[in-house]
């Protein structure tokens, strides 16, 4: 018989030549054959009939039947894997390689080679068991900067529904392969990458939640550890098992919205529940008569009930700047979780009356923002109207301000009497009172005397007695699972009107440092020779209101010094005096202040203490104090203007203009 290169391939690891003809046999083999089985040649080799697959495990027998079936069809060159048992009973796991050919008498034969890949199948034991007795998922990953998935189980394919690839289509399998970051959202794939740094360091695994986007476009969530372990080649590489709670996810977001919605209602007046993941928005309280009170609690199309909503309630001077704020969230682009993002704007009713409208966006969970908005009646001060145009609600202030720090933790319960119902909690407080989040849930249902309920935290009744009555406190406590001793800010205001109306409160935690993941260290530039201008990494900041901006002037004019409410005042309105209107007016205008330095990450530049103000000089570049240091390089920085836009600045510039 004249077959390819048989001097050659007789030494081939398992070599061994099959005949594709009825009956199909093994009718030549090499001596490494015998080594891996344990049988001889007169054991193995027959012209009669099929001795080697005699020893083919039983449950891999039909497969192995299949695969020789095909190899006789035509010529060509195949795979497949099987386990054989040895002579000695063992069994291993056998990589067949076998190319089909015609020989010279027109008979189909298949040359076969070996390998045992035993040793590698029993390092998957461990998979094995999981994938058919475990339901959860599991994942195999290398440690690069973009991991690559090396193993993934049937039971995680199950949970990310992997299609079957079809041809012209895309191959999941290998598109996530490559990048296991695909299969997190964008604005999750930061906290994915601190989970993976965490265990670098650690040298521990680290367990938690984390969104993913499934092969059909939806959003799933799993409940997972993250392991980093060193393989079979001593090299390492990540290692998760990862559970789908997607469903029980949901749940317990429904019902946080509802108890949060619960909360919030108190200081809002309308509230919208927009689900990014299904693209929906829902009018989820505020009154029936409201231009969307119909469709109450009906999922409506975000862009298409966003822009109708604008078209018919935001006064046409603000309309664009309300649609701008609106636009990104038609892409589904979400506030990362833990951030709020407001707007300010005027709404006019269908008697004319103008509104000042203050929305928060606040996001629960991965999928879904609580749109809240505040409407007030605005005030007839004409020169008011026009520098307050964004005005903040009045009423429930610090309340909104807590609010706007909601990924610090908040708290909120009401009191009627001396009993206490807890309406919401976020986890990162909710051990505040020492109870577990299971423990709290059926104190919101019955209630709980108040020095019940706040003995387990060390707090005195008579703390909470004065809370009752200033209406604002801090309380020190000791973290019962750290140790560690904090402070938490609490704000109480009536719901209603009469001594029985309930106290609604809320706890903030300020000890929680939202930007704890190491911030970029921000470079603020102020010009005050000329116009006064404010720059954040070369970007000019985008002031919303004058005053504010004002505000901001006069205290880089008084070079860190202090400055007062009643000193700020008589500079800001020169020609009114101090009274619990411009006081009021003044209030407004710090907390403008505060937020639009929020928005560009630059707080720690203003320092408040006990309502009074100052720059922090050491914190920004400034020409001014540039050019008071006398240094040379300087001198020429000053060209006879400084802080035009304002009439109080002619004090300094003639102490600049007599250098």
């Known amino acids: 018989m004249a077959y390819p290169e048989k001097s050659m391939l007789r030494y081939a690891h398992g070599y061994h030549l099959y005949r594709l003809e009825a009956p199909f046999c093994l009718v030549e083999a090499g001596e490494s054959l015998c080594d891996i089985t344990g049988f001889s040649l007169d054991e193995l080799v027959s012209a009669e009939r099929d001795m080697y697959a005699e020893h083919i495990h039983p449950s891999d027998k039909k497969k192995y039947v299949d695969f020789l079936a095909k190899l006789s069809q035509k010529e060509q060159s195949r795979s497949q894997e099987y386990r054989f048992i040895c002579k000695n009973g063992t069994v291993k796991y056998i990589m067949d390689t076998a190319v089909s050919f015609v020989n010279e008498d027109g008979l189909v034969y298949c040359v076969s080679v070996l390998s045992d890949i035993t ?17 959860c998922g599991f994942l195999k990953y290398t440690c690069e900067k973009t991991p690559k998935i090396t193993y ?112 919030l209602s108190y200081v809002y007046d309308k509230i919208f529940e927009f689900d990014f993941e299904n693209m929906t928005v829902k009018y989820i309280h505020g009154d029936s008569s409201d231009f969307f009170g119909a469709v109450r609690n009906v999922p409506m199309q975000i862009e298409q009930a966003t822009l109708q909503w604008i078209q018919n309630t935001v006064a046409d001077e603000d309309a664009a700047e309300v649609e701008k704020f609106f636009r990104p969230f038609f892409s589904g682009s979400m506030p990362e979780q833990g951030r709020t993002r407001d707007i300010r704007f005027r709404s006019v009713s269908s008697s004319k009356e103008v509104y000042e409208n203050t929305g928060v966006f606040i996001p629960i969970g991965n999928s879904v923002c609580l749109f809240c908005c505040k409407t007030e009646k605005a005030e007839n001060d004409a020169t008011l109207l026009r520098d307050e145009n964004l005005s903040l609600k009045s009423m429930n202030e610090n309340m909104h301000k807590l609010v706007m720090s909601f990924t610090d933790g908040i708290v909120a319960f009401e009191i ?31 209630g709980v005397r108040i020095s019940d309920f706040v003995a387990n935290s060390g707090i005195q009744y008579g703390d909470v007695e004065r809370l009752l009555e200033r209406k604002e406190a801090e309380f020190e406590y000791t973290d019962s699972v750290t140790g560690i001793k904090k402070k938490i800010n609490a704000v109480c205001s009536c719901s209603g009107n ?44 985008a002031f919303r209101n004058k005053k504010s901006k004002e505000l901001l002037a006069l205290l880089v004019d008084r070079r860190g010094g202090f400055v007062s409410s009643e000193e700020a005042i008589g500079f800001l309105w020169e020609d009114e005096p101090v009274n619990a209107v411009t006081l009021s007016r003044y209030r407004k205008v710090a907390l403008r202040l505060k937020n639009i330095l929020e928005e560009y990450g630059i707080t720690d530049i203003v320092e408040s203490v006990d309502g009074k103000r100052r720059i922090v000089t050491d914190r920004v570049s400034c020409d001014l104090y540039d050019y008071m240091t006398g240094a040379a390089e300087f001198s020429s920085l000053f060209k006879g203007s400084y802080l035009s836009n304002y009439s109080w600045a002619e004090t300094t510039l003639g102490e600049l203009a007599g250098r």
Not at 119 to 135: H, Q, S, V
């Open 119 to 135: 040793g590698i199948k029993n390092e998957n034991y461990e998979l094995r068991y999981l994938n058919d007795t475990a339901p």
């Open 152 to 263: 993934i189980n049937e039971k995680m394919l199950e949970i990310l529904r992997f299609p079957e690839p079809k041809e012209g289509e895309i191959d999941y399998r290998e598109l996530y392969g490559d990048n296991i970051y695909l299969m997190i959202p964008i604005e999750e794939r930061r906290k994915f990458a601190h989970f993976l740094e965490q265990v670098s360091v650690c040298d521990s695994a680290v367990s938690g939640e984390i969104p993913v986007i499934r092969c059909d476009g939806t959003k799933g969530v799993l409940y997972g550890w993250v392991s980093k372990v060193k393989d079979g080649h001593g090299n390492e590489e990540f290692q998760s098992i990862c559970f789908d709670i997607t469903e029980k996810y949901r749940s317990k977001m429904w019902g946080e919205i509802t108890r949060c919605t619960r909360a």
């Open 416 to 446: 009627k009497g001396d009993t206490v119902r807890p309406l919401y909690v976020s986890d990162n407080v909710c051990g505040f009172f020492g109870y577990t989040r299971e423990q709290w849930l059926p104190m919101a249902q019955s």
């Open 498 to 541: 009469g001594t029985d109306a309930p106290v609604y409160i809320i706890l903030h935690d300020p000890g929680s440092d939202r930007h704890a993941e190491v911030l970029d260290v921000r470079k603020v530039v102020i010009r005050t020779f000329g116009y006064f201008d404010v720059f954040v990494d070369g970007h000019p900041i």
